[in-house]
Nanobody
Framework: QVQLVESGGGLVQAGGSLRLSCAAS????????MGWFRQAPGKEREFVAA????????YYTDSVKGRFSISRDDAKNTVYLQMNSLKPEDTAVYYC???????????????WGQGTQVTVSS
């Protein structure tokens, strides 16, 4: 089992920044890809960003390219999402996710965090 604990959400004004953290514990050896999804009320879950441990590549949805950045600290088993130039459209619950591979993360995610609320005011 893998446990994911998220933190860093909150209320921020449009144009501001937030940094989300996701600490992984348990059988993290079996997890090679981690990323972030988000879901706004009444909307479907949306992929945001991911990191592939096998290739070293990062992936972003078009709406956040140039504004968000995903990174990781292997020593701490922690993944971060730096969010800059935030817009009201970014308001959602953000979920950390983990999978054996990037493909598995995108198509059949194995583990989810509890979610952290991000609210961007105008």
């Amino acid at each position: 089992q893998v446990q994911l604990v998220e933190s860093g959400g909150g209320l921020v004004q449009a144009g501001g920044s937030l940094r989300l953290s996701c600490a992984a514990s348990g059988r993290t050896f079996s997890t090679n890809a981690m990323g972030w999804f988000r879901q706004a009320p009444g909307k479907e879950r949306e992929f945001v960003a991911a990191f592939s441990g096998s290739s070293g590549n990062t992936y972003y949805t078009d709406s956040v390219k140039g504004r968000f950045s995903i990174s990781r600290d292997d020593a701490k088993n922690t993944v971060y999402l730096q969010m800059n130039s935030l817009k009201p459209e970014d308001t959602a619950v953000y979920y950390c996710a983990a999978g054996l591979t990037y493909g598995r993360l995108r198509h059949s995610t194995d583990y989810w965090g509890q979610g952290t609320q991000v609210t961007v005011s105008s």
